[in-house]
């Protein structure tokens, strides 16, 4: 099902919000350029800069389409409902007072926070990467899944998205946003063909001039290929996707990759905390690198990725048109 945003968006994709990497610029620039823009609240150190963000999202892109007549892209704020995130109250409240258009929840979803969010018009899309996490989300009321099938960057699942799709099809009906693998125009094209009705998308939007990477993140990206993305939950505790030169620069080795410990958010620093002491120097990805070779402004990015979706549907409908 179609989210009513769809007619102000100029390619059906989200650009996911990334630890560390997204910042209001770079959200700023995706909704003036017709994709979702979006970003983790926990990128900024405190509620209240937190705030700050969301006030200077919210005048930009108010501002933007007073002058130009044009309708921007909603943008949304990702949450980390977890019990050892003591941020999630404080900053739920700010996006209430806020009414930020699209809550993202990760790691956990919650009917109060999707009737919180739902008080004011809002969305919720909670990300799954089984069966049983999107089987809770749909009793909990939200909006949207968004399916993190293999290959995913950050924390990624390991089934194969045409299965996952299906499988979640059968009983959910609203909307569903396809991530994993997805860094050119046919990706986006192909999530869709798929089943999905939004491509999430997160890697590709590493390597724009407005991201928070680090330059050297931002060239490993660029030299690196499928077989470079590694799985693991050494990191943190948690499965997630990084790269391997990054977990070796930090004497994280193959006999290590295997390893995992306890999720532990902190209980004496705060989530945003813990979280960037591990992922600060080991860099996250998915295996999408393989076909990201450059670094660009977003709405060049966006104008790229829309004429490479144009020309994947068009080809498609001439080289089969003999079927229909």
Not at 53 to 71: D, F, P, Q, V
Request: aromatic share 8%; hydrophobic share 40%.
């Amino acid at each position: 099902m179609r989210p009513s945003f769809f007619k102000d968006l100029s390619i059906p994709a989200v650009a996911a919000p990334m630890f560390l990497i997204s910042c209001p610029k770079l959200v700023i620039e995706c909704c003036k350029n017709g994709v979702v823009g979006t970003l983790p609240a926990l990128n900024q150190k405190t509620t209240e800069g937190f705030e700050e963000w969301i006030i200077e999202i919210k005048e930009a892109l108010s501002k933007y389409e007073i002058e130009t007549g044009k309708n921007t892209a909603p943008f949304g704020v990702n949450l980390i409902v977890h019990p050892t995130n003591p941020r999630v109250m404080p900053d739920l409240q700010i996006c209430i007072k806020h009414k930020v258009p699209i809550v993202i929840t990760s790691l956990g979803a919650v009917s109060d926070l999707v009737d919180a969010v739902h008080s004011y018009g809002g969305l919720v899309f909670h990300d799954i990467i089984k069966r049983r996490h999107a089987e809770k989300a749909t009793e909990a009321g939200v909006d949207g899944l968004i399916l993190v099938a293999a290959g995913a960057g950050g924390h990624g699942g390991t089934i194969n998205p045409m299965a996952l799709i299906n499988e979640v099809k059968t009983f959910f009906n609203k909307t569903i946003l396809l991530s994993g693998c997805i860094s050119n125009g046919n990706d986006i094209a192909s999530a869709l063909q798929m089943g999905a009705d939004l491509a999430y998308m997160g890697t590709r939007f590493i390597n724009v001039n407005e991201s928070m990477a680090d330059k050297s993140y931002q060239k490993m990206i660029m030299d690196s290929k499928a077989e470079d993305i590694i799985y693991t939950a050494a990191v943190s505790g948690v499965n997630a996707s990084f790269l391997r030169p990054s977990l070796e620069a930090m004497g994280i080795t193959e006999d290590l990759w295997k390893k995992t410990k306890k999720i532990d958010f902190g209980s004496e620093l705060d989530h945003a905390k813990e979280e960037a002491k591990a992922w600060k120097t080991i860099w996250s990805a998915g295996q999408g690198v393989t076909s990201i070779s450059d670094i660009k402004p977003v709405g060049e990015l966006i104008s790229q990725l829309k004429v490479e979706f144009e020309k994947a549907l068009s080809k498609q409908k001439e080289n089969y048109k003999y079927f229909f």
